[in-house]
Nanobody
Framework: QVQLVESGGGLVPPGGSLRLSCTPS????????MGWYRQAPGKQRELVAS???????DYADSVKGRFTVSRDSTKNTVDLHMDRLIPDDTAVYYC?????????WGQGTQVIVSS
């Protein structure tokens, strides 16, 4: 079992920035991959960004150049830095972790982009 705890999120105006953090219950480098997904009202959950144990990152086309996923080994977190936010980024953001063939999810954190 792996528990994932998200922090960050909130209300931000268009063009603003926000950082989400995810803290797993085990060392981040023992997980095969971690990532961030989001789900907007009435839409399916979608991958936003991921990073594997080797450091390879992947982004959804809609966030490339605006979002950055990174690992902080001192804090044991995987962070999602979101810049130039737009209203279409409004969603519940979920942290995801993969370990020994299983997927684990955080509770989700709300991001609202609105003026």
């Amino acid at each position: 079992q792996v528990q994932l705890v998200e922090s960050g999120g909130g209300l931000v105006p268009p063009g603003g920035s926000l950082r989400l953090s995810c803290t797993p219950s085990r060392n981040i480098f023992t997980l095969a991959a971690m990532g961030w997904y989001r789900q907007a009202p009435g839409k399916q959950r979608e991958l936003v960004a991921s990073i594997n144990v080797g450091g390879k990152v992947d982004y959804a086309d809609s966030v490339k150049g605006r979002f950055t996923v990174s690992r902080d080994s001192t804090k044991n977190t995987v962070d999602l830095h979101m810049d130039r936010l737009i209203p279409d980024d409004t969603a519940v953001y979920y942290c995801n972790g993969r370990h020994l063939g299983f997927q684990y999810w955080g509770q989700g954190t709300q991001v609202i982009v609105s003026s």
